[in-house]
């Protein structure tokens, strides 16, 4: 009985969800004026929340995204990617990985240029109500995968009534492990040159590079 009663209640957010029209209604709008923008950079505080081991862990990073480009700067490591090829700077031990992602790989958790582009084609979604998260109101919706061998059982967004804007993405984990990306100094349509998305290995000196395209 314990397990079936976590399994019903499941199903049946599962099909709530398929035809929600509140949640789509939301997204939808988010989404046209998020494609609005030229360029979006943002501030972030990234929460990792290991249930099984009461784990807790927060860093800090900044994201900047064009188009389908992005550049994520954590402490330590930046992820720059101009929309075919990815390079993967370790500070540390001045080192860069140089990839090209497939198609495969097109989720919005490996690819933050596609956080308001990927939820009519990979998710149901169902609106959870109003809430206010540090004294802002926010709409609550949950995202279920249509693929159910993802990593994560659904996602969790708060997005701003007033401003429309992104507050809270949270991944709830099939493993016990949560993470949550709480964005902040939301700046839309600052100029960004597309060299920004690029690493550029002149400007560091030694750094050991590893091509992994075509491998």
């Known amino acids: 009985m314990r397990y079936l009663i976590p399994l019903l209640i499941s199903v049946s957010c599962q099909l709530a969800a398929q035809k929600d029209p509140a949640a789509k209604e939301i997204l939808d709008r988010v989404a046209a004026k998020t494609k609005q923008y030229q360029s979006i950079q943002a501030d972030f505080s990234l929460v990792v929340v290991d249930h099984k081991e009461d784990i ?18 954590t402490a330590g490591t930046t992820v720059f990617y101009d929309g075919k090829t990815m390079w993967t700077y370790v500070e540390t031990d001045n080192e860069v990985t140089i990839t090209e992602p497939g198609s495969q790989e097109d989720d919005f958790l490996s690819n933050p240029a596609m956080i308001f582009t990927w939820y009519n084609r990979d998710f149901k979604y169902q609106y959870r109500g109003e809430t206010k998260i540090d004294g802002i109101d926010v709409h609550e919706i949950d995202l279920f995968p249509k693929n159910l061998n993802q990593p994560y059982s659904r996602i969790k967004l708060f997005i701003a009534k007033k401003t429309e804007q992104l507050v809270i993405i949270s991944s709830i984990g099939k493993d016990g492990i949560d993470y949550s990306v709480f964005l902040n100094n939301f700046i839309p349509d600052k100029y ?15 750094v050991t590079v590893i091509d992994m395209r075509g491998l």
């Open 56 to 73: 807790k862990n927060t860093s800090n990073g900044s994201i900047i995204i064009k188009g389908d480009k992005y550049k994520v700067s």
């Open 192 to 206: 960004v040159a597309d060299d920004v998305f690029v690493f550029d290995t002149s400007k560091h000196k030694k």
